[in-house]
């Protein structure tokens, strides 16, 4: 039943990704309000992040910024119906490229391509996918239907490879010795292996160190990717490639990666993933944020 039902949802959803852009864009905001009010745990834990990282703001601006979050996820959910499904024509015209000689300046070579957990992160690294064979993370799905629809839509075009975070450094390795770009995700507490504790908005963040030591294995640049959503669709735009990283300090270069996100937080942070527990790792004998009261 639970298949079943997922495959309706999937078909749904497929459907109204087939409108008019601006009734996309209508729908998808009235579902992400809806689930605002609807998932009250997640929005409990974008409101305990927002207090962490924005103290100086109020309750209502804090509020009003885990709304717009909700509205743009979940858009951005409805609008990878369009990616999945939708024409190579389509695609171009929602998602447009900023800077993109900051990329093809590197091609052929180790390139990390840094992409934060931005609403538009998907429609960014599909983009891509249309004209160059791409790298980038895959994270298993719990419902086999929906995890079955976003393989074959994230295999689209050119045959991306996609590595699973089970299988390690060594496959990231490979693909980009192999000259592929890596849309890489680096953002996520996922705990203290291979972690260290550098602040976030003020705040010791259990950060994975993956950026700066496949940048060191593999000699990788680092040219941040980072797609913003708009009324119309995305802006995937390109940032200079990282000199001199990661040197010879990985905390260092760990925590420079953050202050990057953080610099693109501050220019739009309604659009970052507030509702994932950014803070779960904590260090040893510091008291958890998200217990709940």
């Known amino acids: 039943m639970r298949?079943?039902?997922?495959?309706?949802?999937?078909?749904?959803?497929?459907?109204?990704?087939?409108?008019?852009?601006?009734?996309?864009?209508?729908i998808g905001n009235a579902a992400g309000s809806l689930t605002y009010?609807?998932?009250a745990p997640r929005r409990r834990i974008s409101l305990i992040n927002l207090r962490l990282c924005f103290p100086q703001r109020t309750e209502r601006e804090r509020e009003r910024l885990a709304h717009a979050q909700f509205r743009y996820f979940v858009r951005s959910f409805i609008d990878r119906f369009i990616l999945w499904y939708?024409?190579?024509?389509?695609?171009?015209?929602?998602?447009?490229?900023?800077?993109?000689?900051?990329?093809?300046?590197?091609?052929g070579k180790p390139m990390i391509l840094l992409a934060p957990h931005f609403a538009g992160l998907d429609a960014g690294g599909l983009r891509l996918c249309l004209d160059h064979r791409m790298a980038t993370m895959y994270a298993r799905q719990k419902?086999?239907?929906?995890?079955?629809?976003?393989?074959?839509?994230?295999?689209r075009f050119n045959d991306p490879v996609l590595v699973s975070r089970?299988?390690?450094?060594?496959?990231a390795v490979r693909a980009l010795r192999n000259g592929l770009p890596f849309y890489f995700l680096p953002d996520a507490d996922l705990g203290?292996?291979?972690?260290?504790?550098?602040?976030?908005?003020?705040?010791?963040?259990?950060?994975?160190?993956?950026?700066?030591?496949l940048a060191a294995v593999a000699g990788a640049v680092v040219v941040p990717a980072?797609?913003?959503?708009?009324?119309?669709?995305?802006?995937?735009?390109?940032?200079?490639?990282?000199?001199?990283?990661p040197g010879d300090d990985v905390v260092a270069a760990t925590q420079r990666m953050n202050e990057f996100i953080e610099q693109r937080i501050l220019e739009m942070p309604e659009?970052?993933?507030?509702?994932?527990?950014?803070?779960?790792?904590?260090?040893?004998?510091?008291?958890?944020?998200?217990?709940?009261?």
């Open 3 to 26: 298949h079943a039902w997922a495959t309706v949802a999937l078909w749904l959803l497929r459907a109204i990704a087939a409108l008019p852009y601006p009734a996309v864009r209508t």
């Open 37 to 39: 009010w609807l998932a």
């Open 86 to 107: 939708g024409s190579r024509e389509r695609i171009e015209r929602l998602v447009r490229i900023e800077g993109i000689e900051h990329f093809e300046r590197h091609l």
């Open 143 to 155: 419902n086999p239907v929906l995890d079955e629809a976003v393989r074959r839509g994230r295999a």
């Open 166 to 171: 089970t299988e390690g450094i060594r496959a």
């Open 192 to 213: 203290p292996r291979d972690a260290v504790f550098v602040p976030f908005f003020g705040v010791p963040a259990a950060t994975v160190t993956s950026t700066a030591r």
């Open 226 to 245: 980072v797609t913003r959503m708009t009324d119309d669709g995305y802006v995937l735009r390109f940032y200079p490639a990282w000199e001199d990283y």
């Open 271 to 293: 659009q970052y993933l507030w509702a994932h527990r950014r803070f779960k790792t904590r260090p040893p004998g510091e008291a958890g944020f998200y217990a709940e009261r």
